[in-house]
């Protein structure tokens, strides 16, 4: 019995501190700050230098048919 206590005592403190650390991420709004301050200035940086084709130079007949 006493290593089912041990499991259950290590399983609560476990709980606890993933508890503490996901309350501290939503509390002080950490993955809107990671998402704002580093994804989307790399994913701007990153597409915005996309080659891309320009379709206004693309001459009437090559365009898709719309049926």
């Given at each position: 019995?006493?290593t089912?206590?041990k499991?259950?005592f ?12 996901l ?13 704002y301050y ?5 994913m ?5 230098n ?16 719309v049926?």
């Amino acid at each position: 019995m006493k290593t089912i206590g041990k499991f259950f005592f290590k399983l609560i403190r476990f709980a606890v501190i993933v508890y503490g650390i996901l309350f501290a991420v939503f509390y002080f709004d950490l993955d809107g700050k990671f998402l704002y301050y580093i994804w989307e200035p790399f994913m701007i940086k990153r597409f915005d230098n996309m080659k891309r084709a320009d379709t206004l130079k693309t001459p009437y007949t090559m365009k898709d048919n719309v049926e």
